[in-house]
C-alpha cells in the first residue's frame, strides 16, 4: 500500500516558528515532525511514499531527498500555490497508482498531527470509499467533527453514536475523487457526501494523538515525549 503525507499547508498558525522553516520540517523529540511519521509509515510497511508540498516545499525535499536515508522511496507532488486537501490529493492520485491504472486504497496522513499509532490495522470493506480513524475530541474541538455509530462514520449523530475528532488519519479509495477536478478544494466535502452514501465507515482510534497546530501545542508535546525518554 502507498501512503501520502500532506505537507503544503502555509502553518499560519505557527508563525513565527515557520516564517523561515515549513511546518512539517519543524524540531519535536530531536527530528522534523515529518520524519515521525516516515519512520513510522516504514515500520509499518509502508515504503513507498507521497509528499505534497508548496510553501518553502523545496528545503522539505533538500531534508528528506529520495527516501532513501529512511528506507524508502518518496515522491513529491509539488504545487505552485497550496491546493487545501482535496486538490492536494487529487493533484497527487497520479503518484498514488501504478502507472495511473490500478485503483488501489492508500493510507492519507496529515503531516501536522504526531501520535504513537503503529499506522497498521484498517481496511476499505466493499463499496466503501473511506475509513477515517477518529479520536476524542481535543479542548480546541469540543464538538467534534463526524459521528461514529457502530463502524459507521455519519455526518448526524444518532442518539446512540458518539462525536468524535477526525485525527487526519484515513483510508481513502481513488474514486473518492472521481468526478473532480483540479483547483483548490477541502476533503471534507467529499467525505461528507461519501458519509450520506453510506461508503465511510471507521473506528475510534484508542492512542495519543496531537493536532500539532499551534506553537504552545508542539512545546508542550515536547515536554511530554522529553519526560518519556
Known amino acids: 500500500m502507498k501512503a501520502m503525507i500532506l505537507a503544503a499547508g502555509r502553518g499560519t498558525r505557527m508563525a513565527p516558528l515557520t516564517d523561515h522553516c515549513p511546518k512539517p520540517l519543524l524540531p519535536l523529540a530531536g527530528k522534523p515532525l515529518i520524519v515521525h511519521h516516515i519512520e513510522k509509515l516504514v515500520a509499518a510497511g509502508m515504503t513507498d511514499l507521497v509528499i505534497n508540498h508548496a510553501y518553502l516545499g523545496r528545503m522539505i525535499e533538500q531534508q528528506l531527498g529520495d527516501g532513501a536515508a529512511f528506507a524508502a522511496r518518496i515522491q513529491y507532488s509539488a504545487e505552485a500555490d497550496a491546493l487545501e486537501t482535496g486538490g492536494g490529493i487529487f493533484n497527487a492520485l497520479p503518484l498514488l497508482t501504478d502507472n495511473g491504472r490500478r485503483q488501489e486504497p492508500f493510507l492519507l496522513v496529515n503531516g501536522d498531527v504526531w501520535t504513537d499509532w503503529d499506522y497498521t490495522g484498517g481496511a476499505l470493506n466493499d463499496g466503501d470509499l473511506a475509513h477515517l480513524w477518529l479520536v476524542d475530541n481535543p479542548s480546541h474541538n469540543p464538538a467534534g467533527d463526524f459521528a461514529l455509530h457502530g463502524n459507521r462514520v455519519l455526518n448526524e449523530a444518532p442518539a446512540d453514536a458518539q462525536r468524535l475528532t477526525f485525527s487526519g488519519l484515513s483510508l481513502l479509495h481513488p474514486d473518492l475523487f472521481r468526478g ?50
Open 180 to 229: 473532480c477536478q483540479g483547483g483548490a478544494y477541502p476533503l471534507a466535502p467529499l467525505l461528507r457526501q461519501a458519509m450520506d452514501r453510506g461508503q465511510v465507515s471507521g473506528e475510534h482510534l484508542q492512542a495519543q494523538w496531537v493536532d500539532v497546530g499551534t506553537p504552545q501545542r508542539l512545546a508542550q508535546l515536547q515536554q511530554q515525549l522529553t519526560e518519556c525518554e
